[in-house]
């Protein structure tokens, strides 16, 4: 099952961006381990993109999954609020992880 991973990226604070980046392998591994295919919208960042061009890129990853998962604070993340509010509507599994 393909698992979309959400969650708080960018941060003003490097040292936290770094943290957050790190939690989204993290949590790949975790998904990877449970014998699912983890999505992680971290592997495909383009440093010189917009916000709009990364929420673009990652709805589109998203709405191909059956399940997602999100990590601590995510609501925190006005992303990944959109993220987690589509993925309801549409019907997706939430994974406890």
């Known amino acids: 099952m393909k698992v979309y991973i959400s969650g708080p990226i960018t941060s003003k ?5 770094a ?7 993290s949590m790949s591994e975790k998904v990877a381990a449970l014998g699912h295919e983890p999505i ?7 440093k010189d993109g917009s916000w709009l061009s990364h929420m673009r890129a990652d709805i589109i990853e998203l709405v191909q999954c059956e399940a997602y998962v999100v990590l601590p604070c995510w609501r925190d993340s006005r992303g990944a609020r959109i993220e987690v509010e589509l993925a309801d509507a549409l019907g997706l599994l939430r994974l406890q992880v």
């Not at 604070?13 to 961006?17: F, L, M, T």
């Not at 943290?19 to 392998?25: K, V, Y």
């Open 13 to 17: 604070d490097k040292e936290q961006q």
């Open 19 to 25: 943290r957050n980046i790190e939690a989204f392998f």
């Open 40 to 46: 992680n919208p971290c592997e495909v960042l383009s």
